[in-house]
């Protein structure tokens, strides 16, 4: 089987299997792994194999996978409970003598047991005011491999494009779509994006009014204690500039170059 889509120019060979499910009786499933080339052309185009580092999709499938594989052990457990207090369980409790019985490991994702989960029907951080959910169907083969249902191919892919793409969030929350010839911030006429291939900085670009063609960055490997104090006055944050992690360094860069073109519109029509 071959997969062409997204920024694919070509067919890129995937890996399938049918499986015959109990609930959804026979299903394709594909092989999904961060460093997949079919995946990474799809979502990105012609990109080097770390280019998905920082999605959380695949995480997340797993973490979600888990916890229905957990729930479904549960559910399992309480329905065999309800079975001890049949009467006719005293005959079925007489075993061979001297043999004891056969320990059973349990996989922990449940290998080779399809978990339908339910995950965001768009990407949260650049769809923020989306509600809507997808049912995926997983099927876990061993500790690192995942298969998805070929439906379900659409939706993976749509996701990481808005996550990771040339045009994603990149992990973090967009505003009002986040288009590029469109302002998408708090400060009139500018539009805020984030520039991965260069530094991990956010540039901020004046399309109209008194910052028209007016350029700013805020990188965070240069994000200061100072600049952090001045936006968690207006954020609030809850966390100190020095346990602050990256995904929360990056807000707060946004945070800060938003609030200095902000600073900058004001002083300029009070002049």
């Known amino acids: 089987m071959t997969f062409k889509g997204g920024y694919a120019d070509n067919h890129f060979p995937v890996k399938s299997q049918e499986h015959t499910t109990q609930d959804f009786g026979p ?13 990474l ?5 012609k990109c080097e194999k770390a280019s998905l580092k920082r999605s ?11 916890e229905a594989h ?13 079975a001890a207090d049949d009467p006719m369980n005293v005959f079925r409790e007489i075993g061979t003598p001297g043999k004891a019985p056969k320990r059973k490991t349990k996989s922990r994702r449940g290998k080779n047991c399809p978990r339908l989960v339910t995950m965001p029907a768009k990407e949260p951080n650049k769809h923020p005011r989306n509600t809507a959910t997808h049912n995926v169907l997983l099927l876990p083969m061993s500790t690192n491999s995942l298969w998805i249902r070929k439906d379900d191919i659409a939706w993976m892919i749509e996701y990481l494009a808005d996550e990771v793409g040339p ?8 505003f009002d779509g986040g288009v590029a010839d469109e302002p998408n911030c708090k400060a009139e006429g500018v539009h805020i994006w984030w520039d991965w291939h260069d530094d991990d900085q956010w540039e901020a670009t004046g399309l109209s ?9 805020c990188c965070i490997a240069t994000f200061t204690e100072a600049k952090w104090a001045i936006v968690d006055a207006i954020n609030s944050y809850g966390v100190s500039y020095s346990d602050a992690n990256r995904d929360q360094l990056k807000q707060a860069a946004f945070d800060y170059i938003e609030n200095h073109c902000v600073q900058l519109l004001l002083a300029r029509r009070s002049a």
């Open 41 to 45: 052309q799809a979502v990105v185009g």
């Open 209 to 217: 009014g008194p910052l028209q063609d007016k350029t700013f960055t």
């Open 27 to 39: 299903v394709h499933f594909i092989n999904i792994e961060k460093n997949a080339e079919w995946i």
């Open 70 to 82: 957990e729930m479904a052990q549960g559910d399992a457990a309480v329905a065999a409970g309800d």
């Open 56 to 66: 959380t999709l695949f995480a997340t499938l797993k973490a979600k996978l888990q």
């Open 167 to 174: 045009n994603g969030s990149q992990g973090v929350p967009t």
